[in-house]
């Protein structure tokens, strides 16, 4: 992972970006928020994390979480540029299908994979809704950094369940909520919000501005328990061999070293 990725991956953790403000916001102002920053800026802001990264510092090289996909229905719920679909595609899944809440991003995607030789069915639309999935068809449903925008995670995950064959495999990854709470400053790491706090908040970045809510880990693992699943994998520790490729004064990689930044899990239907 390049300086620059990672610092777009950390701009996540709200205790890093220094303006988030904690607002009333109902799901629709959400959505309408997070739509139009990734319509427009947020791949300039944020970049595009993507397969084989999970995130800051986790890969699947290393991981191995999918294991052979040839032959297998994959459904990636916040899709972004594609990047991850064509890792996929070129592991030969049998059908690439997608979600993402932002038209310009599908178009982009879709613009991306025909240059690789691929092809996806995709679908516009928040991952919470319905939205004319088929149900009990996939293999895989997969999310990289895409998870944590949910309004609702609970029916989110509930969905998901729904659109994978018994047996089939969740695998997603986002920011780990104690890099959200923790600031590197004057080489400490220091606590600046509290863990049990998920309320959401703004976030103006430049003259674009997202919504954000950090959740704990129990309520990711509680939420999937409810919705039938079983964990069977979960990752936080870094990638060795990319921390090593790190510059001596990337403060983030500083920061990776002491406590998780990024989480991945792999849950399997009941």
Not at 168 to 187: L, M, Q, R, T, Y
Not at 220 to 226: E, G, I, M, P
Request: charged share 25%; proline share 2%.
């Amino acid at each position: 992972m390049d300086k620059d990725s990672a610092a777009r991956t950390n701009i996540i953790g709200a205790g890093e970006v220094g303006s988030a403000i904690t607002v009333d916001l109902d799901k629709n102002s959400i959505h309408q928020t997070n739509s139009i920053f990734w319509d427009t800026k947020g791949n300039d802001i944020l970049g595009a994390t993507a397969l084989p990264l999970y995130g800051a510092f986790v890969s699947e090289e290393n991981c191995q979480l999918f294991g052979d996909v040839s032959g297998k229905k994959m459904l990636e719920i916040g899709c972004g540029t594609g990047h991850s679909l064509q890792y996929q595609g070129e592991r030969k899944a049998s059908e690439l299908w997608a979600l993402d809440m932002s038209e310009q991003q599908i178009a982009k995607a879709k613009q991306h994979l025909t240059a690789c030789g691929l092809s996806a069915k995709f679908i516009c639309s928040p991952m919470e809704e319905e939205c004319g999935i088929p149900k009990d068809y996939f293999d895989f449903v997969y999310s990289v950094y895409a998870i944590g925008w949910t309004t609702d995670l609970e029916g989110t995950f509930s969905r998901i369940a729904s659109y994978l064959k018994k047996d089939g495999v969740f695998i997603f990854s986002w920011s780990h909520p104690i890099h959200k709470c923790v600031v590197a400053e004057n080489d400490m790491l220091v606590f600046k919000k509290c863990y049990f706090d998920e309320s959401w908040y703004s976030v103006s970045l430049g003259e674009s501005t997202l919504a954000l809510s950090d959740r704990k880990l129990s309520t990711y693992v509680n939420a999937l328990s409810k919705a039938g699943f079983v964990i069977e994998q979960m990752v936080e520790q870094s990638d060795d061999e990319i921390m090593q490729s790190q510059d001596d004064n990337n403060e983030f990689a500083k920061k990776a070293k002491m406590l998780p930044v990024t989480f991945v899990i792999k849950a399997r239907k009941l």
